[in-house]
């Protein structure tokens, strides 16, 4: 039966690789398998991936069954690259991140028939926003920071921690940063010295604030940039578990807001319905030409010449803010093999490029 059709996502980001294994027909239930590889420092971004096939090859064998289609998630043709020359004659189909992402919202009716939508996608290496046509599916404009993401809100979090005595390393400053996406006050711990810190979600809240107000800005932008106002905004990324975020970002934006409740899985997930369909090759999702024209409301000048200095400001500030810390924590710790841990633009995996 088809419904037994056995298909793996997988998504591929800066930071690792997110795999679930499921039926064809279920990529909104809880799936059969699932697992997250973090990238190792200085490692290239196929191999996270290539890993999570392998883990989710074995949970299906474990099964006695065969997983039929394959498809990755890639949010730049420099991933898509590097994936497609590991997987040799390993059968895959790489997708663009934007669409798969507008595949599952599609399946689940979240997305809108018509107009357009913003892709907020906040993860651990930096903030991708996408504003996307749901008829076609094509970008009409799209921005990415490497400085906004939850790699950023961790290193302003162990800073935090630091300045009331409590030293903290990466993966712990990341537990309780999750933690405070669901629990309203938590304690850190520093394991050498003994020290203790309260943390509350309003204390990382005010970390993140800059953060969130600029990348509202960003929003702002893209919908100027178009001429389109959008439909609804849509939270994917890991980092928008957080219900502070979200509020803010509500409340900034002013439009309707779509989330899923495993945010950091929507890309995987539109991944497992591009390999039900089993196509060969990649999937790419349609751009906007330069200078084209599309149809919609035009949207006032909202953003004056002062906020856009005021953003300039921010990004510079907040920037400067984490990019010090990162390097002190390169300084501090060597990885395994003795290379330094990725700087921010090595995190992000590349520089920003023009889309159009």
């Not at 898509?80 to 599952?104: K, M, S």
């Not at 578990?241 to 890309?267: G, K, Q």
């Not at 006032?300 to 002190?328: D, H, S, Y």
Request: with cysteine; proline share 6%; net charge neutral.
């Amino acid at each position: 039966m088809e419904s037994m059709v056995l298909v793996l996502g997988v998504s591929a980001g800066a930071g690792g690789a997110r795999a679930m294994l499921t039926h064809s027909d279920q990529p909104h239930l809880p799936p059969i398998d699932r697992c997250q590889v973090p990238r190792r420092a200085g490692g290239g971004v196929e191999e996270p991936v290539f890993e999570a096939i392998r883990q989710m090859r074995a949970a299906a064998d474990r099964r006695d069954e065969l997983i039929t289609g394959t498809a990755v998630t890639c949010r730049c043709p420099l991933h898509a690259d590097a994936i497609r020359a590991t997987a040799g004659r390993t059968r895959l189909t790489i997708i663009d991140e934007p669409l798969a992402q507008l595949r599952y919202l599609r399946f689940t009716g979240r997305l809108p028939t018509s107009g357009s939508v913003i892709l907020y996608d906040l993860g651990s290496s930096g903030l991708t926003i996408t504003h996307a046509d749901c008829r076609t599916d094509t970008i009409l404009s799209s921005k990415r920071s490497t400085v906004l993401g939850g790699d950023g809100y961790d290193a302003l979090l162990r800073w935090q921690l630091a300045r009331g005595g409590v030293l903290t390393d990466k993966l712990t400053s990341r537990r309780h940063r999750e933690e405070l996406s669901s629990a309203r006050v938590i304690t850190a711990m520093d394991a050498s010295s003994g020290g203790r810190a309260v943390i509350t979600r309003s204390d990382l809240a005010e970390l993140c604030a800059a953060g969130i107000h600029h990348s509202a800005s960003f929003v702002r932008q893209l919908i100027e940039q178009t001429g389109i106002q959008p439909e609804a905004l849509v939270l994917v990324g890991g980092c928008t578990r957080n219900p502070n975020i979200r509020e803010e970002l509500a409340e900034m934006i002013e439009l309707p807001v779509v989330y899923d409740s495993e945010p950091e899985y929507v890309s995987a997930r539109g991944a497992v319905l591009v390999a039900a369909e089993r196509p060969s090759g990649d999937v790419r999702m349609a751009r906007l030409r330069s200078g084209a024209l599309t149809t919609g409301a035009l949207v006032p000048t909202t953003v004056g010449r002062r906020k856009l200095i005021a953003a300039v400001a921010v990004t510079v500030a907040l920037g400067a803010t984490i990019a010090g810390i990162l390097t002190m924590d390169r300084s501090a710790a060597q990885t395994p093999d003795g290379g330094n841990a990725p700087t921010p633009v090595e995190v992000a995996g590349i520089p920003p490029t023009p889309l159009n």
